[in-house]
C-alpha cells in the first residue's frame, strides 16, 4: 500500500512546496524548536555564561591579582573555564527531551536521526559555544591580556567549542540512561576533549603574545571537521540504544 | 553456509565456556615461561646500560604494560564494535572482560614509568607525552568501566559502552598526536628513550620474550574473566548448571 | 497473504532476566485494528516499541508489506505514528507549538490542518497556553491532534485513551474508526474494548508466563 492511496492528493502538494530536502527542513524546524525553547527559560540560558565568568574570577584570587602572572596562566584559565562550563549544559541536552518523549517521537518520525541530533547539537553550540566566545576576551581582558589578541581569541575559542559541544553530544547521549549523570558525563567526555584544550590553549597563547596562531587553530578547525563528520553517528547510535 | 559455522558457534555462550577452559592453559603456561625466562634475561643477564645504568631494567615491565595498554584497548573496541555491528552478546562479553585487564596494565605502565623517571629526573611524576598519554588512557578506561557501572541492564551497557569503546579508539591516535605536539613545544624530547639500534640482542631478546609472555597472559587472563563473565550474563540459563555441577 | 500489512514472527523479547515476549505471532491487514490485551507487566508496551523498532527482539522479526522492518527502517517508521504513555509534548510550548514542531519534522503542516486537528480534539480554548498549564487529560488531546494529523498507514497506540473523559474515549474510538475506513491499520494496546464497531477488531491475549 502506498501511502498516498491513504491520504489522497495532498502529501504532493506538501512534498512540492518544500525547498530543502526533507532531512534539513527536519533539522532546521528542530534547530528552530530548541532555540525557542531555550528563550522560553532565559535563566537557564545565562548559567554557562555565569560559571565560566566565575571560574575567571577564581584564578586572580587563588594565584595573584599581578596582571603580568596572570597574562602567563590566562590561556589556561580560559580554556579550562570554557571546558567546563561547556559541560555544564551537557547534561540536560538530550535529557529533557527523553523525559517528556520528544526524542522518542524524533527516532520514530522516518526522518534522519542523525540530522535531527546534529540539529540539536547545533543549537547548543549556538547557546553555550557561540556566547562564551564572545565572552572570553572579556575574561582575558580581566587578566591582562592586550586587546591586539582579542581575535585570536574569539576564534580559536568559537571554533574550538564547535568540536566541544560534538564530544560532548556523544557522552550526553551516552549518559541519557543514567540517573545524576554528571560527574559519569565528565569522566567521558573530559578525556576525549584533551586534543582540543591543547590546541585551543595554544592558540591562545600565541595570540596574546602577538605571534601567527594559524597552526593551532587548523588543527582546531581539523578537529571540529572531524567532529562534525563522525560525532552526530555515534549520537545518533547511542540515543537509539538509550531509547530501548 | 557452513562456512559460517565458525561464527555462530563462537556466539554461543555455552560452547565459549567450554572453549575458554580448554584454551586457558594453552596460553597461561607460555605466558609464565616467557615472563619467567625474559625477567631473568633482563635482570640477570643483560649488561647495564652505558647512560642509566641498572635504572634501565625496568623497562622489561614497563614497555610490555604500556605495549599492552594499548592492544587490550584495540581489542575492546574491536570486539565492542563486532557487538555492535552483528549484536554478538559473547563480544561484548570479551570487550566486558578487557577493560579491567587493560586498566591495570596501564595503570602498571604508569607506575613503572614514574619509578624509571625518579632516578632520571629527580621527581616520581614528570609531564613526559608518553606518561601523559597512558593517563589519558588510563581515564579512558575508567570512563568505559564507569559507564558499564551505571547501567543496570546488561544490554544497554553492553552497546552504550561499545559505542564509547569506537569513539575511544578513534580519539587515541588524536591524543597521542596532540600531546607529543604538546610536549614539543615546551621542552626537548623525553630522556625515556633508549637508543634504539645500540640495543644489543642481550638486552633486546629478553624485551621481546616479554612482550610475548605478556601477550599470552592477557589471554589467559581474558579466557578467565570471559569464563566469570558468560557465567554472570546466563545465570539463569539451563546449561549453566550442567556445566557448573560436575 | 498480499493484503497482509503489519505481521509480526516469532517475537521473542528478553530484558535482562526477564523473558517478555515469549513467541507473539500475528498479522493486521488493512483496514483492521489489533488490539493487544493483558494484565500489567504481560509486555503490552514492549510489543508495541518492538514493532516500532524502538525495541530490538532476540528472536523473530517484524514484517511491513512483507519485508523485514529492518532492511529499511527509517522507511517503515515514516509510514508509521507511535505515541507512547506519556503525551510526547514541551511543556514550555503551547498545544499549537508542540504540533508544529511534532508533526512538522515529517512534513509541514499549515494552519487550516492545525486548526482542524484541535478543533476537532476540543482544543481551540486552550490551545495557546504553555502545555505546562494543562491537566492531563487535556496533554492527552493534544496527543490525539498529532494522530489526527498523522496521516501515515499504520498507528500505534499505547493505552490512547488514559486520562479522557468518556467523551474523549468516544474521540478515541472515532479516530480509529476513521483511520481503518481509509484503509489504514491500528495497533492499540488497551484494557476495555474500544468503542470501534467490532468486526474490524480483533484480539491479542499476552499472557504472563
Redesign the interface.
Given at each position: 500500500m502506498d501511502r498516498r492511496d491513504l491520504i489522497g492528493g495532498s502529501r504532493d502538494v506538501r512534498t512540492g512546496g518544500r525547498a530543502l530536502t526533507p532531512a534539513l527542513a527536519a533539522a532546521r524546524l528542530t534547530l528552530v524548536r530548541d532555540l525557542r525553547l531555550a528563550f522560553r527559560k532565559r535563566g537557564q540560558l545565562v548559567q554557562p555564561l555565569v560559571f565560566f565568568a566565575i571560574v575567571t574570577t577564581l584564578f586572580p584570587l587563588a594565584v595573584s591579582p599581578e596582571l603580568s602572572r596572570l597574562r602567563d596562566i590566562a590561556p589556561g584559565v580560559l580554556w579550562v573555564a570554557a571546558l567546563l562550563s561547556s559541560l555544564l549544559a551537557l547534561e540536560f541536552l538530550f535529557r529533557d527531551d527523553a523525559h517528556d518523549g520528544t526524542l522518542e517521537q524524533y527516532a520514530l518520525s522516518g526522518q534522519s536521526l542523525t540530522w535531527l541530533l546534529f540539529a540539536k547539537t547545533v543549537a547548543h553550540w549556538l547557546l553555550t559555544g557561540l556566547p562564551l566566545a564572545v565572552m572570553a576576551p572579556l575574561a582575558g581582558l580581566s587578566l591582562g591580556v592586550p586587546a591586539a589578541a582579542i581575535p585570536g581569541i574569539v576564534a580559536s575559542v568559537a571554533v574550538g567549542s564547535v568540536a566541544l559541544s560534538l564530544i560532548g553530544s556523544v557522552g550526553a547521549a551516552l549518559t541519557l540512561a543514567v540517573k545524576r549523570s554528571g560527574a559519569l558525563l565528565s569522566l567521558l567526555t573530559l578525556p576525549l576533549a584533551m586534543p582540543v584544550l591543547i590546541f585551543g590553549a595554544r592558540a591562545t597563547e600565541l595570540a596574546i603574545k602577538g605571534g601567527d596562531f594559524s597552526a593551532p587553530l587548523q588543527l582546531l578547525a581539523a578537529l571540529a571537521v572531524l567532529g562534525i563528520t563522525l560525532a552526530p553517528l555515534a549520537t545518533a547510535a547511542a540515543v537509539r540504544i538509550n531509547l530501548e | 553456509m557452513a562456512s559460517w559455522t565458525w561464527f555462530h558457534r563462537l556466539g554461543s555462550p555455552p560452547y565459549i565456556y567450554s572453549l575458554a577452559a580448554r584454551l586457558t592453559p594453552w596460553f597461561a603456561w607460555p605466558a609464565a615461561a616467557l615472563i619467567l625466562g625474559g625477567l631473568y634475561g633482563g635482570l640477570v643477564l643483560a649488561p647495564p646500560d652505558y647512560q642509566q645504568g641498572d635504572g634501565f631494567r625496568i623497562i622489561y615491565v614497563h614497555a610490555p604494560s604500556a605495549w599492552m595498554s594499548l592492544m587490550v584497548y584495540m581489542t575492546m573496541a574491536i570486539s565492542a564494535g563486532v557487538g555492535?555491528i552483528w549484536?554478538m552478546k559473547v563480544a561484548h562479553a570479551v570487550a566486558a572482560s578487557c577493560a579491567p585487564i587493560g586498566a591495570s596494565f596501564t595503570f602498571c605502565a604508569l607506575v613503572t614509568g614514574s619509578l624509571w623517571g625518579q632516578p632520571m629526573w629527580g621527581t616520581f611524576w614528570e609531564w613526559d607525552p608518553r606518561l601523559t598519554s597512558e593517563l589519558?588512557l588510563l581515564?579512558?578506561y575508567?570512563?568505559y568501566m564507569?559507564?558499564r557501572s551505571?547501567?543496570?541492564?546488561?544490554?544497554?551497557a553492553d552497546?552504550?559502552s561499545a559505542?564509547?569503546a569506537?569513539?575511544?579508539i578513534?580519539?587515541v591516535p588524536?591524543?597521542h598526536y596532540?600531546?607529543t605536539?604538546?610536549k614539543s613545544?615546551h621542552q626537548a624530547p623525553s630522556v625515556m628513550k633508549l637508543a634504539r639500534p645500540a640495543m644489543p640482542p642481550s638486552m633486546l631478546i629478553p624485551l621481546l620474550m616479554m612482550l610475548l609472555g605478556f601477550t599470552l597472559f592477557f589471554v589467559a587472563v581474558l579466557l578467565v574473566r570471559l569464563r566469570g563473565e558468560v557465567l554472570s550474563r546466563e545465570?539463569?540459563a539451563s546449561w549453566i548448571r550442567e556445566a557448573v555441577s560436575p | 497473504m498480499s493484503d497482509c500489512c503489519l505481521r509480526g514472527e516469532n517475537l521473542h523479547l528478553w530484558r535482562g532476566d526477564r523473558h517478555v515476549l515469549r513467541g507473539v505471532d500475528f498479522s493486521v491487514a488493512r483496514g483492521e485494528c489489533l488490539q493487544v490485551a493483558g494484565s500489567n507487566g504481560t509486555g503490552k508496551t514492549s510489543l508495541l516499541r518492538t514493532l516500532s523498532g524502538l525495541m530490538y527482539p532476540e528472536e523473530g522479526r517484524v514484517l511491513w508489506q512483507g519485508k523485514d522492518v529492518r532492511g529499511d527502517l527509517l522507511g517503515f517508521q515514516a509510514d508509521m505514528a507511535y505515541i507512547g504513555h506519556e503525551p510526547p509534548l514541551k511543556a514550555d510550548l503551547t498545544p499549537r507549538e508542540n504540533l508544529r514542531y511534532w508533526i512538522g519534522i515529517r512534513w509541514p503542516i499549515s494552519r487550516d490542518e492545525e486548526e482542524k486537528a484541535l478543533q476537532r480534539v476540543g482544543a481551540q480554548t486552550w490551545s495557546n497556553r504553555p502545555v505546562r498549564t494543562l491537566s492531563a487529560g487535556q496533554k492527552r488531546r493534544v496527543a490525539l491532534a498529532g494522530l489526527a494529523l498523522m496521516t501515515v498507514p499504520l498507528w500505534l497506540l499505547d493505552e490512547p485513551t488514559t486520562n479522557l473523559d468518556t467523551e474523549g474515549q468516544r474521540l478515541v474510538g472515532s479516530l480509529i474508526e476513521e483511520h481503518l475506513a481509509r484503509g489504514g491499520l491500528v495497533v492499540a494496546a488497551i484494557h476495555h474494548d474500544l468503542s470501534v464497531s467490532a468486526t474490524a477488531v480483533r484480539r491479542l491475549e499476552l499472557a504472563r508466563e
Open positions: - | 555492535l549484536r589519558i581515564f579512558l575508567l570512563g564507569g559507564l551505571a547501567m543496570e541492564d546488561v544490554q544497554r552497546r552504550s559505542v564509547l569506537v569513539v575511544g578513534v580519539n588524536i591524543i596532540s600531546v605536539w604538546w613545544l545465570r539463569s | -
